[in-house]
């Protein structure tokens, strides 16, 4: 039996994923699509509380802004919607940043954050498309191509406490470790120019895809004795995640196996 898991590390770590869609079955994502506001303010007040020591080499940006991944448009309108009223967000083109939009979920908790997309709206809810992403996720302060074996270590440790402080507090006791490496290139079309030296010598990985992301575990790199992990190909961010596996149990996946 196949299940949907909409819900998970992917709405925690780098997206705030839609929980219902006006007008259409509930697998679509219809004309317009929205998910709770007060999701927002509890998350960016969780983030806050982790510690300074655990910043210095990873950290979150909470920059949201919408991505888009299929070459189409953006969306028709962006805003907060209440029993009574309708706030407006401004989207940034062609960055798709949404500078206001914390503030503005901030001040209206109770209402959906909504988005206004006819051109997508036969697609299914979990179509990557059109993305909006708040930067949820830990990110390696370093892009600088060249990440040593310390640097590497130290942020896979930090990451944890950043992901525990998005889940509910009983699942955070069993957070998994966040021991792999994903890439995101800044062009998602790019392949993986990814290497680990050794001996002075860049080796070539083969990381495993995952949408967007090529991911590496750190046990692989000290199992080559590799000195640093090597990212080439363009501007990327780089961070700390769970494995593949999990990524999709948690509900990275579309769909993922009932076992």
């Not at 209402?111 to 697609?123: F, I, L, S």
């Amino acid at each position: 039996m196949r299940i949907l898991r909409p819900i998970g590390l992917a709405a925690l770590s780098t997206a705030l994923i839609c929980t219902s869609a006006y007008g259409q079955s509930e697998n679509l994502r219809g004309e317009i699509f929205c998910f709770p506001a007060e999701k927002v303010p509890k998350l960016v007040k969780n983030l806050g509380k982790v510690k300074e020591s655990r910043r210095d080499v990873v950290d979150v940006g909470l920059m949201p802004k919408f991505l888009i991944k299929d070459g189409g448009d953006w969306p028709e309108r962006f805003f907060i919607r209440t029993k009574s009223e309708e706030f407006d967000i401004a989207i940034e083109k062609p960055s798709g940043e949404t500078p206001d939009f914390i503030a503005i979920a901030q001040a209206h908790p109770q209402g959906d954050v909504c988005v206004a997309d006819k051109a997508r709206a036969e697609r299914h809810i979990s179509d990557e498309g059109l993305y909006f992403e708040m930067g949820l996720a830990p990110i390696f302060h370093n892009r600088s191509g060249t990440h040593q074996l310390a640097e590497l270590s130290e942020g896979t440790k930090d990451g944890k406490s950043f992901y525990k402080k998005m889940v509910p507090s009983a699942l955070a006791l069993v957070m998994p470790d966040t021991k792999y490496l994903a890439v995101r290139y800044d062009d998602f079309r790019h392949d993986a120019e990814l290497y680990a030296r050794v001996n002075g010598q860049d080796v070539p990985l083969k990381p495993e895809p995952f949408k967007d992301m090529h991911v590496v575990s750190l046990k692989s790199l000290k199992e080559m004795e590799a000195s640093a992990l090597i990212v080439s190909g363009g501007p990327y961010q780089l961070r700390p995640t769970v494995s593949v596996k999990l990524m999709k149990r948690f509900g990275w996946g579309e769909e993922a196996e009932d076992e």
